[in-house]
């Protein structure tokens, strides 16, 4: 942590991820309290990450936030929640001592400049990422360690397993307090080398209900999240760590697909009706099942969020082939813009009878690009100051 003239900044980085158990439903909307356990792989940094910078200083005259660059609330209730409960830690870590004689004083006003390395118009799930990051930032800017999932989860449910890298399970819990409802490591990241994952970002409208309220009204209203969340989780996920224990795609990729479509038939369940998927994402799909069913098994996994967005699980050697059948089944428009992002990817060659089973009815310019990226590590410290955010007046640095 640099401190100098009182001025105390850090600069942290974190990642997004993607649920195969889906968490949908809040026994407890202020403590975020799920109705079910999930589990979720952490995305690599190098190809998806939000970086935070917090700093602290006597001379700031008030809190302030800025997000990709653009000064925002920073009284959003769950943004202070997350600043209270990390200097509640600090605090009780401090043992109630004298607060003067600590680093940095609870009392100074904070600044947080906070970006993500992929538009956030791209609809990927940037909020775990965001609040996983804003709390390890300020953890570390108050010396606070060890278990922080809890805080991450006030910011949004899902970015308390972005506080971990890997295989991730966000444990339910049982305790009306919350103290129990936290982040697991499964496995670690490099658990399962051969594993990839392509985000295929696709083109058309921002997602109209957002998952806060969507889930609520679910939890009012769907039988079926009830029935899910009571009968269903329990048994997949303890299948599903079986999977990811054992490298078994086979198994791994055809539950994270029904788990997804279990999602998604929440939310039709819901009433009013909610829609996450549309036509494109349902062709994708259709996709999907063709591919596999050429070749005898599961070799590609969907999995889909609240957004059209089809994020695909499968091997490393089946990449430079599936994605070969994304690019023939969804030409890209000619506009120069790069359609493969991310890992590099191999050229495929697609067999004759491969084309005639499985590309169908090509949509032209429906996917806008392909993002090839693979499990990644939890939350990072950014040593160098030369990546700070802010500047030693504690506000945005002007980028490049
Ligand atoms: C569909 O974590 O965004 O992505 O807790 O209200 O902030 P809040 O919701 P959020 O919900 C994520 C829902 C999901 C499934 C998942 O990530 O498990």
Same mark, same amino acid.
């Given at each position: 942590?640099?401190?100098?003239?009182?001025?105390?900044?850090?600069?942290?980085?974190?990642?997004?991820?993607?649920?195969?158990?889906?968490?949908?439903?809040?026994?407890? *909307?202020?403590?975020? $309290?799920?109705? *079910? %356990?999930?589990?979720?792989?952490?995305?690599?940094?190098?190809?998806? +990450?939000?970086?935070?910078?917090?700093?602290?200083?006597?001379?700031?005259?008030?809190?302030?936030?800025?997000?990709?660059?653009?000064?925002?609330?920073? @009284?959003?209730?769950?943004?202070?929640?997350?600043?209270?409960?990390?200097?509640?830690?600090?605090? +009780?870590?401090? @043992?109630?001592?004298?607060?003067?004689?600590?680093?940095?004083?609870?009392?100074?006003?904070? !600044?947080?400049?906070?970006?993500?390395? =992929?538009?956030?118009?791209?609809?990927?799930?940037?909020?775990?990422?965001?609040?996983?990051?804003?709390?390890?930032?300020?953890?570390?800017?108050?010396?606070?360690?060890?278990?922080?999932?809890?805080?991450?989860?006030?910011?949004?449910?899902?970015?308390?397993?972005?506080?971990?890298?890997? =295989?991730?399970?966000?444990?339910?819990?049982?305790?009306?307090?919350?103290?129990?409802? $936290?982040?697991?490591?499964?496995?670690?990241?490099? !658990?399962?080398?051969?594993?990839?994952?392509?985000?295929?970002?696709? %083109?058309?409208?921002?997602?109209?209900?957002?998952?806060?309220?969507?889930?609520?009204?679910?939890?009012?209203?769907?039988?079926?999240?009830?029935?899910?969340?009571?009968?269903?989780?329990?048994?997949?996920?303890?299948?599903?760590?079986?999977?990811?224990?054992?490298?078994?795609?086979?198994? =791994?990729?055809?539950?994270?697909?029904?788990?997804?479509?279990?999602?998604?038939?929440?939310?039709?369940?819901?009433? #009013?009706?909610?829609?996450?998927?549309?036509?494109? %994402?349902?062709?994708?799909?259709?996709?999907?099942?063709?591919?596999?069913?050429?070749?005898?098994?599961? +070799?590609?996994?969907?999995? =889909?969020?609240?957004?059209?967005?089809?994020?695909?699980?499968?091997?490393?050697?089946?990449?430079?082939?599936?994605?070969?059948?994304?690019?023939?089944?969804?030409?890209?428009?000619?506009?120069?813009?790069?359609?493969?992002?991310?890992?590099?990817?191999?050229?495929?060659? $697609?067999?004759?009878?491969?084309?005639?089973?499985?590309?169908?009815?090509?949509?032209?310019?429906?996917?806008?690009?392909?993002?090839?990226?693979?499990?990644?590590? @939890? #939350?990072?410290?950014?040593?160098?100051?030369?990546?700070?955010?802010?500047?030693?007046?504690?506000?945005?640095?002007?980028?490049?």
């Amino acid at each position: 942590m640099a401190e100098e003239r009182g001025l105390a900044m850090v600069t942290c980085t974190a990642p997004v991820n993607i649920a195969v158990i889906k968490y949908w439903g809040k026994r407890d *909307n202020d403590l975020i $309290l799920p109705i *079910n %356990s999930s589990l979720s792989v952490t995305l690599h940094q190098d190809q998806l +990450k939000t970086t935070t910078t917090a700093a602290a200083s006597r001379d700031f005259a008030e809190d302030r936030l800025w997000l990709n660059g653009e000064e925002a609330d920073v @009284g959003h209730p769950r943004l202070q929640a997350c600043l209270r409960e990390v200097r509640r830690l600090a605090r +009780k870590r401090r @043992g109630g001592g004298d607060e003067d004689a600590a680093p940095l004083s609870l009392s100074y006003k904070i !600044h947080v400049a906070t970006e993500n390395n =992929f538009p956030t118009a791209a609809g990927l799930a940037s909020s775990a990422a965001g609040y996983a990051c804003l709390v390890s930032a300020l953890a570390r800017l108050y010396g606070v360690e060890g278990e922080l999932s809890e805080v991450a989860r006030r910011g949004s449910g899902s970015a308390c397993r972005s506080m971990l890298g890997g =295989f991730v399970q966000w444990q339910r819990g049982e305790r009306p307090d919350g103290r129990d409802s $936290l982040a697991h490591q499964v496995a670690p990241e490099t !658990h399962w080398p051969e594993l990839r994952v392509l985000v295929l970002v696709v %083109s058309g409208e921002k997602k109209q209900v957002g998952s806060t309220a969507g889930m609520q009204t679910s939890v009012d209203t769907s039988p079926l999240l009830k029935h899910r969340a009571e009968a269903v989780v329990p048994e997949r996920l303890a299948l599903m760590m079986r999977h990811i224990r054992e490298r078994d795609f086979e198994g =791994f990729g055809q539950l994270a697909m029904r788990d997804s479509n279990q999602f998604h038939a929440t939310c039709l369940d819901t009433f #009013p009706p909610i829609f996450y998927l549309n036509d494109l %994402s349902r062709h994708i799909i259709a996709l999907a099942h063709r591919f596999n069913a050429h070749h005898g098994r599961t +070799k590609v996994a969907y999995t =889909f969020d609240a957004g059209p967005n089809a994020v695909i699980f499968t091997l490393a050697d089946t990449v430079a082939e599936f994605v070969e059948v994304v690019r023939r089944s969804f030409p890209p428009a000619a506009n120069g813009d790069q359609f493969v992002r991310g890992l590099p990817v191999g050229s495929a060659s $697609l067999p004759e009878e491969l084309l005639a089973a499985v590309v169908t009815e090509p949509v032209p310019g429906a996917v806008r690009y392909i993002l090839h990226t693979k499990p990644g590590p @939890g #939350p990072q410290l950014v040593d160098d100051p030369s990546q700070h955010l802010l500047g030693a007046d504690g506000l945005p640095r002007r980028r490049a």
